[in-house]
């Protein structure tokens, strides 16, 4: 199966050995994005709603620059740190994604890259 690259420079650079999102066939598959502001390389200050959305502008950078748009997504991963703010998370996560609603998991982790508070993957789908 062939696979290409997706980058782009409204979406923080890959801080490891890894492609920012990557076509296989007919899906993107979009590595963890983090709080990363792109334009100064460091974690948004701020919650984990502010967070998040930081992720997913940064998604949706990623997504863009693919040729595809949030409705497009198929499945999410969300990584948080404190599951204590999974009703302000998910609050904020339903002011983005329109029903039907991609699938989802949502876990607990001891720790994410730089400290952030939230962590997001997709799968979108042409």
């Known amino acids: 199966m062939h696979t290409s690259v997706v980058t782009t420079d409204a979406a ?23 709080p990363i502001d792109p334009a100064t390389g460091a974690v948004v200050a ?37 599951l204590n703010q999974f009703s302000a998370i998910n609050e904020a ?13 949502c876990v607990e982790v001891a720790r994410l890259p730089k400290d952030a508070l939230v962590e997001l993957e997709v799968i979108a789908a042409r």
Not at 18 to 31: E, M, R
Not at 49 to 76: F, H, P, S, W
């Open 93 to 105: 996560y339903a002011s983005v994604f329109a029903p039907p609603y991609p699938a989802r998991s």
């Open 46 to 82: 701020g919650s984990a709603v502010e967070q998040l959305m930081q992720c997913i502008a940064n998604v949706r950078a990623l997504l863009k620059a693919a040729g595809l748009d949030l409705d497009q997504v198929v499945k999410t991963t969300l990584f948080v740190k404190d």
């Open 12 to 34: 923080p650079k890959a801080i490891g050995p890894y492609s920012p999102a990557v076509w296989a066939g007919d899906f993107l598959f979009v590595s963890g994005q983090t």
